[in-house]
């Protein structure tokens, strides 16, 4: 599978899973409002998370 489509199917993978709220920070989009872009930020672990959650969807 290309890396460009790899990209897109995981995104879609975490949009219908309980890291849904992670796939803009996923695709490397940047902060929509005010408050994302200076006061609120992603914890790290829970992205961490996400990728791994990711990982193993596409191992099994």
């Given at each position: 599978m290309p890396h460009k489509m790899?990209?897109?199917a995981s995104a879609t993978v975490l949009r219908n899973s309980?890291?849904?709220s992670l796939v803009d920070y996923f695709l490397g989009h940047g902060p929509e409002s005010m408050a994302d872009r200076h006061y609120?930020?992603?914890e790290q672990s829970r992205f961490d998370a996400a990728c791994l959650y990711v990982r193993?969807?596409?191992l099994s």
């Open positions: 790899l990209r897109k309980e890291f849904s609120a930020s992603i193993q969807h596409w």
